[in-house]
């Protein structure tokens, strides 16, 4: 008999140093971390990744109670639950996020193309002349949605063990501020501590890659390494034994 590892999360779950891969790719942290756990539990541990590239909190709720595959056959039966979303939503934004969602179906494709290649190119400086304020999603969002998808898997499961993945620092001329990081790490270390929950931070694991060239060029996603560090931690952090 096997364990079922749930994992939701965004692009840092499935993307590499150069591209996305397949979630079947050995040297993602998630495929790490299940297989430290099924080495622990010594029996097998069948993964279950439901990501997406830019997912907020907010957007994994939404796929959480919107998709019958995830809440009728994939939640029901996970022994463990890894929340590695949050991430993106402590990143700054020049406006607001339902208006940057908004931009795939703004019509005809000629002027949408346009958007588009404005807000790429204009956040950065946005968000430099604004102080890089506004966030992607308010931290009373991120704590409420992390909240309700814990409450909603643990309706098939009371028992299960939740592990949030800390948010991370990044480097990337996109979001060229870092000012809500510190913010984002305290009110994960406390959204744990309220929510029966464990934290794994994660900031050690990314700055070197970031430092020595190694992560990705985009300043975001990680590096092989950090992917294998990381996914030891998750591996660690989750439990020997499940009710």
Known sequence: ???????????????????????????????????????????????????????????????????????????????????????????????????????????????????????????????KISGGGLRQLPQPATDHYLARITAAIRVFNPEIQVVLLAPGQHSSPVYPTNRHHVPAMAAAAKWVEQNDATLVPIDRYILPSLMDGTANPDGIHYSWRTHEMIGHAVGQALKSTTN
């Not at 990744?49 to 830019?54: K, S």
């Not at 179906?105 to 807000?119: G, I, M, S």
């Open 1 to 127: 008999m096997s364990k079922n590892l749930l994992v939701i999360g965004d692009s840092l779950s499935y993307h590499g140093p150069d591209h996305p891969y397949p979630p079947t790719e050995p040297r993602l942290w998630v495929n790490v971390a299940a297989s430290d756990w099924s080495t622990k539990l010594d029996e097998p541990v069948e993964l279950d990744l439901v990501a997406r590239l830019g997912w907020t909190s907010r957007d994994a709720w939404w796929a959480l109670t919107k998709d019958p595959y995830l809440w009728g056959d994939v939640a029901p039966r996970a022994d463990a639950l890894v929340l590695a979303v949050g991430g993106m939503d402590h990143l700054p934004a020049s406006i607001p996020t339902y208006l940057r969602d908004g931009i795939p179906y703004v019509r005809p494709a000629k002027l949408r193309r346009k958007v588009r290649d404005f807000y790429h190119e204009n956040s950065p400086k946005l968000i």
